[in-house]
């Protein structure tokens, strides 16, 4: 099984930044296929905002392109979401995601808040 646990999260002011963390345990590590971030925000369905291959392919939603990266070497080191000039739309809770062999595998979450 993989456990994922997420950090980074807090408030920021519009135009401001953080980093999200990711961190996969377990013993079926080595057979993540990827990782993503989704994100939920109040009223609305969580959706894909970023993901990475263990190959080093990347895909963005189209509202986060140029704005937010997503990085990391699965399954050793923590998989990142940088975000930079953060918009109030952007507010939600932001989960981690892994798909391994046929299996989803979810962090808890960490609330991201952007607001003056």
């Known amino acids: 099984q993989v456990q994922l646990v997420e950090s980074g999260g807090g408030l920021v002011q519009p135009g401001g930044s953080l980093r999200l963390s990711c961190v996969a345990s377990?013993?079926?590590?080595?057979?993540?296929?990827?990782m993503a971030w989704y994100r939920e925000a109040p009223g609305k369905h969580r959706e894909e905002v970023a993901m990475?291959?263990?190959?080093?392919?990347?895909t963005y939603k189209d509202s986060v392109k140029g704005r937010f990266t997503i990085s990391g070497d699965i399954p050793r080191n923590p998989v990142y979401l940088q975000m930079n000039s953060l918009k109030p739309e952007d507010t939600a809770v932001y989960y981690c995601y892994a798909k391994v062999d046929g299996d989803e595998h979810w962090g808890r979450g960490t609330l991201v808040t952007v607001s003056s």
């Open positions: 990475l291959t263990t190959g080093g392919r990347t």
């Open positions: 377990g013993r079926s590590i080595s057979n993540i296929y990827y």
